[in-house]
């Protein structure tokens, strides 16, 4: 497995989210080049390539669950890297 996806895992989205939610945050966000929309015919979140397809890294948050998709902010995703 890739470490960066491990370590999104295991450490970004549950030690980081543990803490954050100590300090009663909702959201978390992140730098990944994704996006996360929500499907209301499915009732689900969904997991989204990021605009610029050269830069994609929706890859990297293939293991994040439902919950942990509806508070997760990926604010560069609609964005170019140019």
Known sequence: PNPCI???EKIKFQVFWEKAA??????????????????AGSDRWLLLKG??????????????????LARTLVP???LTKA
């Open 22 to 39: 100590s300090f009663k945050a909702d959201f978390m966000a992140t730098g990944h080049h994704a996006r996360i929309g929500f499907d």
């Open 76 to 78: 560069i995703g609609e």
């Open 6 to 8: 491990r370590c999104n």
């Open 51 to 68: 605009q610029d397809v050269g830069k994609d890294q929706s890859y990297f948050l293939y293991t994040l669950t439902q919950d942990q």
